[in-house]
């Protein structure tokens, strides 16, 4: 059977121009089992659905495999809806982190698609594809929900794998991987999958789990000794939770990666509380340009609440070591989180500010905090369920669209954690970020010809986040 992995087209202005990892990681081993298997990104090709339909148009495909997270949930149905209504004997799979707990009301919902993929999906759509192809049964196929005739069944879950060294290299030659790293210059890679911390807001570990499984520092080595030679990679982005969740593996990586003399530069992400001057020193001789750091909230109280585990102090610290290096520090903050009120937000307003004042351009932190939104099997949603924030009756894959969420720049297909009212919390950023930024500006900066551009900046930067969804 042939099989075409893809991903929507839709609202692609706020995804990232990535080689899509996952897609990669499951062609690669329906190849190596000699599965005849394409990728269509549509995505990052920012294709019309019109360009959409001639390609599945003219696919041979047997079986079409949609990507699926909860912002483009809406474009995946629309998909099978099309791949249905021109090849009715297709089979739609679809997978990802999205469908993870919401594959049931999916298939209940949406009748063009046959089945999901629910965890890690190498394995699971190996078999899946042979059953299929044997026109066998699917109920042994564990990790997956179908169909059979008007039963809806949910095998048993697969355990996640121990060995992370037995995935073969992505395949990332079925696309053009030059064409990624013209628009977005890195190159993405995994080390390891998992996150054993709790945080209450977020969905990776509903994916992956808990447990953090690690690819060996000699496999790591391999792929990216075969990305520097056979793509001329210069480049990586490391999309793992947090490269430094096991401080002695993280070395153990450098140490292998500076024996190999790659010349490279990488992204990685990385927690507060785990972090050395031993390895940010390491961390800067493998070409370590960006660290992304979690800080959520400068309110203790809120940190504790969203189990976090991290301190003030210890993100203070993390910021000050990577400067200190020349590693630019990208701090993340939220707002909105259970519990919070404007004093709570004030708090990390004000950090945010400081810090942007002491360290200008070497550390980027938004003046303005994302937006808590609510990802489905997260800690968030069952509160968002018991506090009435979530009606009782939601369903993911009924139609979702709040036009309110563009007052604060999120995805109004994507439901807020609404602690706080979304117009007043849109009048408080208003009031502490526009506003204030003005006349500090004002107060600051000397008279000059930069003057009109440093006051108008922010108040531009702050209300164009609330116009790119394009629907």
Request: aromatic share 10%; hydrophobic share 40%; net charge positive.
């Amino acid at each position: 059977m042939k099989v075409l992995l893809l991903t929507t087209p839709g609202n692609v202005s706020r995804q990232s121009v990535y080689f899509p990892l996952g897609l990669g990681y499951i062609s690669a081993i329906l190849e190596k089992h000699g599965i005849d298997i394409r990728i269509l990104d549509s995505a990052s090709e920012k294709s019309s659905w019109k360009e959409f339909k001639k390609k599945i148009t003219k696919s041979d495909a047997d079986i079409f495999g949609v990507a699926c997270n909860t912002h483009t949930r809406f474009d995946c149905f629309k998909a099978a809806r099309i791949i249905k209504e021109i090849n009715p004997n297709a089979k739609t799979i679809l997978g990802g982190p999205h469908m993870y707990t919401t594959d049931l009301d999916t298939l209940k919902n949406i009748p063009e698609i046959d089945a999901i993929v629910r965890g890690e999906g190498e394995f699971t759509m190996l078999e899946l594809v042979n059953k299929l192809e044997r026109n066998k049964s699917l109920k042994d196929v564990k990790g997956v929900t179908y169909r059979e005739g008007n039963r809806i069944i949910r095998n048993p879950e697969r355990p996640l794998m121990d060995n992370l060294d037995r995935l073969p290299f992505p395949a990332r030659h079925l696309l053009s991987l030059r064409k990624y790293q013209i628009q977005n210059q890195s190159v993405p890679v995994m080390f390891s999958r998992g996150c054993s911390m709790s945080c209450v807001f977020c969905g990776n570990r509903v994916m992956w789990g808990r447990r953090v499984r690690f690819r060996s520092p000699e496999s790591v080595g391999d792929e990216l000794e075969y990305l520097v030679n056979e793509y001329n990679v210069d480049f990586i982005n490391v999309l793992d939770d947090t490269f430094n969740i096991n401080p002695k593996w993280a070395m153990k990586v450098c140490d292998e990666i500076i024996n190999r003399k790659l010349d490279l530069k990488c992204r990685l992400r990385i927690r507060a509380d785990r972090l050395t001057e031993e390895l940010v020193k390491k961390m800067k001789i493998i070409g370590c340009k960006w660290a992304g750091i979690g800080l959520e909230s400068a309110s203790p109280r809120i940190l504790k609440r969203i189990r976090k585990l991290v301190t003030v102090d210890q993100v203070r610290d993390s910021i000050k070591l990577c400067v200190k290096y020349g590693i630019n520090p990208k701090v993340f903050t939220m707002a909105n989180l259970p519990g919070e009120t404007f004093e709570d937000m004030k708090m990390t307003l004000a950090f945010s500010r400081m810090i942007k004042r002491k360290y200008r351009e070497q550390v980027d932190i938004a003046l303005k905090p994302a937006i808590a939104v609510i990802y489905p099997g997260t800690d968030l949603e069952n509160l968002a369920y018991t506090k009435g924030i979530l009606p009782r009756k939601f369903r993911w894959s009924q139609q979702y669209y709040n036009l309110k969420n563009i007052i604060v720049g999120v995805d109004p297909r994507v439901p807020i954690y609404e602690n706080i009212r979304i117009e007043k919390l849109a009048a408080f950023f208003f009031k502490e970020h526009v506003i204030s930024e003005t006349f500090y500006n004002l107060k600051s900066i000397a008279i000059s010809k930069n003057k009109f551009r440093d006051i108008i900046g922010p108040t531009i930067h702050y209300f164009s986040r609330f116009i790119y969804w394009d629907g």
